[in-house]
């Protein structure tokens, strides 16, 4: 009998437990009872309980400075010098691998001038540039973008410090170029 009776104790625990439970939920829901929480704490199903190191590849491949970039991100007049004011283009490929056939690539990048003052720095808090879904093992995503030279600007070697990260497979790659400004 005793034992008949540690269960059905022990049933409604558990039940007592599971209905304040439902009742807390709805009094949250709806909105009756608010909670603090903080806003930028990741959701606890996007936690890794086993911390494995993600594989893939991610590499930046056929950079180019250009005057002008086609519609078909092909570069028109390819060079390293460029007068002010201008505009400087810039192309370059990415290769990397998907995962779960995702892509996801964020672009940054930072420009110093001849002095070593840096001049842009265009690095949005990941602001996101490509995502996409694929089949394939790898794939090859195509940037392009430009930058100003104004009056007053200085003259010399400027240097281009392009920051490519794949936020999915947890890998960032930098690439330093130089290109010169002159009169």
């Keep these: 009998m005793n034992k008949k009776a540690n269960i059905t104790e022990?049933?409604?625990?558990?039940?007592?437990?599971?209905?304040?439970?439902?009742?807390v939920l709805i009094?949250?829901?709806a909105d009756i009872i608010n909670v603090k929480g903080q806003a930028d704490s990741p959701p606890i199903l996007n936690t890794e309980f086993?911390?494995?190191?993600?594989?893939g590849y991610l590499g930046i491949k056929e950079f180019?400075?250009?005057e002008s970039i086609g519609d078909k991100y092909n570069c028109l007049n390819e060079r390293n010098q460029f007068y002010v004011p201008s505009g400087i283009y810039f192309r370059f490929e990415v290769e990397t691998t998907p995962f779960n056939n995702q892509i996801m690539?964020?672009?940054?990048?930072?420009?110093?001038?001849?002095n070593g003052n840096v001049l842009l720095e265009a690095e949005d808090k990941n602001n996101l540039?490509?995502?996409?879904?694929?089949?394939k093992e790898k794939e090859s995503v195509y940037f392009k973008d430009r930058v100003f030279i104004e009056e007053g600007d200085a003259l010399g070697i400027y240097t281009l410090?392009?920051?490519i990260t794949?936020?999915?497979?947890d890998k960032k790659v930098t690439l330093v170029k130089q290109f010169e400004v002159v009169e």
């Design 105 to 114: 690539l964020v672009e940054n990048y930072r420009i110093k001038d001849a």
């Design 166 to 169: 794949n936020p999915l497979l």
């Design 129 to 135: 540039n490509f995502d996409m879904r694929t089949g």
């Design 64 to 66: 180019q400075f250009c």
């Design 161 to 163: 410090e392009l920051i």
């Design 10 to 23: 022990i049933l409604m625990v558990l039940v007592t437990i599971v209905f304040t439970s439902a009742v």
């Design 27 to 29: 009094l949250v829901q």
């Design 50 to 55: 086993i911390p494995l190191g993600r594989e």
